[in-house]
């Protein structure tokens, strides 16, 4: 049940000229029981009522008509305070989530409109580091959620394998590189090539100038340093696809920069003829001023492309093959102006879809202790961090549980959903630093810890069946049953499970996929109170198949969230 649409459609009579939506938006959920399940302070009513806070709140209380969901309502200083009928409660909750499983929490608020999400985007031959970590594991929960929510989600890895450090990198081969070593050692040398460039160039900056031509040669279809561009691409695309798997994440289209390289000049002529494009030094920009920021330069003096020109293209692009009702952009807040500049342009073009381009930002990520990682290129190699992630785990399962079944694949599940948790734990705009005790900290507000959870409801319910002998556990709990469901851990685990489809939503609306690793951490502190308060397997068969309702509601919860976030839920840890 919707308790807080049952309170609008109630209030909403009494309190003439406010509607429902209003209504529901103020109803809150107080943090102390003994003032309600739910609450709704009548503060803002005052002006538009004329009436004081108290008055208002003392009228909704008398008006109420009883509903049996209801067991009293109140008015405390202002707020209109609502209890409701615990075995009812109990009943909607678990009724709701064992009959939906895991579509628990899922609703068809997009209808099947189209969210595109551009996320990860790594450079081409260049290492898949830590800093790709946020874009990816962001974008891909946003993606997750969305879809959820009833959105068809198109997510897009926009691969940097366009623009001029391919003729730096082309001249730095020829220069030094070798086919073989290339092939041995895949991004590294590549990586290492490109350095190479850059402090050579210090020196000979007239490297810089071959590099540029070198490029132009490239955009023009030169055979030559097309089939290195290739070669360069197929290297890295395998690296990044084992970091891909590794996190459990996948794409519905590699369109990267490239793919806009015949479709850019039809959008440089009709900047051309809306009088967009102004010629400043042999260079192509769109003047900003008007909107305080520098301009969006499209051409380069020597004819090239930039990340103007073909970010531009590619939403022209998306919007006529995908018709999206948002197209999202997860990257660093370093480039916010970027983004700012180019949805200008889009507006200026005259497309009606520009305010349906959002950019998702988020802060930068450090890692705690130099000596935990092997830097390259002043970068945190990713799979260097899962690799130890993983290794980390497999040292505490041979502390604590050295007899586990399928060690490795468990090590790899929680190693793994730590860095992501650890990642996705803040609210994306901060920076963050890791830190190892903290990801691997069980009885931390972490991944594995919620992990943990998981295993140790699945673990309950794995003994209950077994002292069962065989027998089904409840699929369903009848009101008379759902009675018994009372003391204040019970009560308080059964509304963290009614938020969760609330929490989505906040999720999707705010595209922060804080919201529910944090929902996540606060369910499973409010299970391990209610494991710690309320013994399961008791004798009373009433009270023990309702709490073993109440454990594998939280079971399915968690795993839900988990799955929504990026993250396994193993049934053993």
């Known amino acids: 049940m919707d308790y807080k649409h049952l309170l609008a459609t109630q ?3 009494q309190l003439e000229g406010v509607d429902e939506a209003t209504i529901m938006e103020l109803i809150e959920y107080p943090p102390n029981p003994q003032m309600g399940d739910l609450s709704m302070p009548c503060f803002k009513f005052s002006k538009l009522l004329r009436r004081a806070p108290q008055a208002i709140a003392e009228e909704l209380a008398a008006s109420w008509k009883q509903h049996p969901a209801v067991q009293r309502v109140e008015a405390v200083a ?30 068809n608020i997009g209808q099947g409109r189209n969210i595109v999400i551009d996320f990860s985007s790594p450079n081409i031959a260049k290492t898949f580091h830590i800093g790709h970590l946020r874009s990816t594991m962001i974008g891909n929960a946003i993606y997750k959620i969305h879809e959820f929510l009833g959105f068809h989600c198109v997510g897009i890895n926009h691969l940097g394998d366009w623009g001029t450090q391919f003729g730096k990198l082309i001249v730095a081969y020829k220069l030094w590189g070798e086919q073989a070593t290339v092939e041995a050692e895949g991004i590294g040398e590549l990586q290492r090539l490109y350095i190479k460039f850059h402090d050579e160039a210090e020196q000979n900056p007239e490297l810089e100038n071959e590099a540029r031509l070198c490029f132009v ?84 003096k020597d004819g090239g492309t930039l990340y103007h020109t073909r970010d531009v293209t590619a939403a022209v692009y998306r919007q006529a093959t995908y018709d999206f009702e948002k197209c999202i952009y997860v990257t660093d807040a ?22 349906r381009l959002v950019h998702v930002p988020f802060g930068k990520v450090s890692l705690e202790g130099a000596k935990l990682s092997t830097r390259k290129g002043n970068v945190i190699r990713l799979e260097e961090l899962l690799t130890q992630a993983i290794e980390k785990t497999s040292e505490i399962i041979e502390q604590k549980n050295p007899d586990l079944d399928n060690k490795a694949a468990i090590a790899q599940e929680v190693g793994v959903g730590a ?27 972490t991944g594995p810890y919620v992990q943990y959870t998981h295993a140790r409801a699945s673990s309950v319910l794995r003994k209950a069946g077994e002292r069962a002998a065989g027998e089904e556990l409840p699929m369903k709990l009848e009101n008379h049953a759902a009675d018994v469901l009372v ?32 929902y996540l951490v606060d369910l499973a502190q409010s299970f391990n109170r209610f494991y710690h308060d309320s013994p399961i397997l008791i004798e009373d068969a009433a009270l023990r198949q309702a709490r073993l309702a109440l454990v594998r509601c939280t079971q399915i919860t968690i795993r839900n969230g988990l799955t929504l976030i990026g993250l396994k839920a193993p049934e053993k840890m």
């Not at 700012?340 to 497309?351: A, D, N, T």
């Open 11 to 13: 209030l909403g009579p």
């Open 78 to 107: 202002g707020y209109f305070n609502v209890f409701l009928q615990p075995g009812h409660l109990a009943s909607s909750v678990i009724g709701e989530i064992l009959e939906q499983q895991d579509r628990y929490g899922s609703q």
């Open 217 to 300: 040669r490239l955009e023009q279809g030169d055979e030559e340093a097309i089939k290195l561009w290739k070669w360069f691409v197929e290297i890295s695309l395998k690296e990044f696809e084992k970091m891909y798997e590794l996190l459990g994440v996948k794409f519905d289209a590699y369109t990267g920069e490239s793919f806009y390289n015949d479709k850019m000049a039809a959008i440089v002529e009709e900047l051309k003829a809306k009088n967009l494009l102004e010629e400043d030094e042999g260079a192509q920009l769109v003047r900003l001023d008007d909107y305080n920021m520098p301009p969006a330069l499209m051409i380069k």
């Open 334 to 355: 370093g480039q916010s102006l970027h983004f700012q500049q180019w949805f200008k342009v889009i507006e200026l073009m005259g497309y009606d879809w520009h305010n």
């Open 419 to 445: 860095i992501i948790f650890s990642d996705l734990s803040n609210n994306r705009i901060k920076d963050i630093v890791f830190s190892w005790e903290e990801a691997l900290n069980f009885e931390g507000e």
């Open 487 to 518: 003391n204040a851990s019970e009560q308080a685990l059964l509304k963290q499970l009614y938020v969760f489809k609330e929490r989505l939503e906040q999720a999707a609306q705010k595209l922060e996929p804080s919201v529910v690793s944090r």
